[in-house]
């Protein structure tokens, strides 16, 4: 990754660290600072191949400007914000907030066998960004446990809303078939997440949340990952205070619409 290193300040203004913390699909992010406003910043390069020619190039460059536009229009708590967008060269950065966190992947490696209400609770509020997504009419489709980030205060955010190859031949392997302890109805959710037509799957991001919403108990510490629960956390706090909007006149707390 040298090659994106040709300058140790970028645009007078993002000091980069000395190695990328994180290799994406179309890029690598590297820890910055901001030398005008002194705060921590993320700072992701688009990464063009070996081999890549200019019009695999420029076709790489416009994905990667179409997927900052699709950051910067989304505004949720669970889509970093975006701050900037520059060139180094020929090749496009994207400056966003630094996340602070373990990837779901890892944190599945770790845990070997992730509690189903954690599942369940992180999958809900990747619908909550997926239904702020659909409303701008946009369709993330790289989202996969190394794209999602699990911060200390227990909160998700999405990483990355780039393009993949969705897998439309192989049958899915049964929930229950390695986690025997899922409930049944919760199987039958991941197994419609999975169908092959779209005619067959849940009509969208809200259906699903309020599918898993019911499941999201239990969530218990996870010491190292999570701040322990003694810690106050604004972001709890102001969803606790969300959580009783409208819940006087529906019964209980509103699910999204």
């Excluded at 140790?8 to 690598?28: F, H, N, S, T, W």
Aim: contains cysteine.
């Amino acid at each position: 990754m040298a090659e994106a290193r040709r300058t140790q300040v970028l645009d007078a203004r993002y000091e980069l660290a000395a190695a990328p913390i994180a290799r994406g699909g179309m890029g690598d992010v590297w820890e910055g600072t901001d030398v005008r406003l002194g705060c921590r910043v993320a700072v992701k390069f688009v990464r063009f191949p070996g081999d890549a020619d200019e019009e695999e190039r420029t076709e790489l460059v416009r994905r990667f400007l179409r997927e900052a536009k699709i950051t910067a229009e989304l505004q949720h708590p669970g889509v970093p914000s975006v701050f900037d967008i520059g060139y180094d060269g020929d090749r496009p950065y994207l400056v966003m907030q630094l996340v602070r966190g373990v990837s779901v992947a890892d944190l599945v490696a770790e845990q070997v066998r992730l509690p189903v209400g954690w599942a369940a609770g992180i999958a809900a509020q990747v619908c909550a960004v997926l239904a702020v997504a659909h409303r701008a009419s946009l369709v993330p489709r790289d989202l996969k446990p190394g794209n999602l980030m699990l911060e200390p205060d227990g909160t998700v955010k999405v990483l990355d809303f780039g393009l993949a190859s969705k897998q439309v031949s192989e049958r899915p392997q049964d929930v229950r078939s390695v986690r025997p302890e899922v409930p049944e109805s919760l199987t039958a959710v991941v197994a419609a997440l999975l169908e092959k037509r779209q005619e067959d799957r849940p009509s969208g991001a809200v259906e699903v949340y309020g599918e898993l919403i019911d499941f999201a108990e239990d969530l218990g510490p996870m010491p190292g990952i999570l701040h322990p629960p003694s810690l106050p956390s604004p972001q709890r706090m102001y969803g606790a205070v969300l959580s009783r909007v409208f819940a006087a006149t529906k019964g209980g707390p509103e699910r999204p619409r």
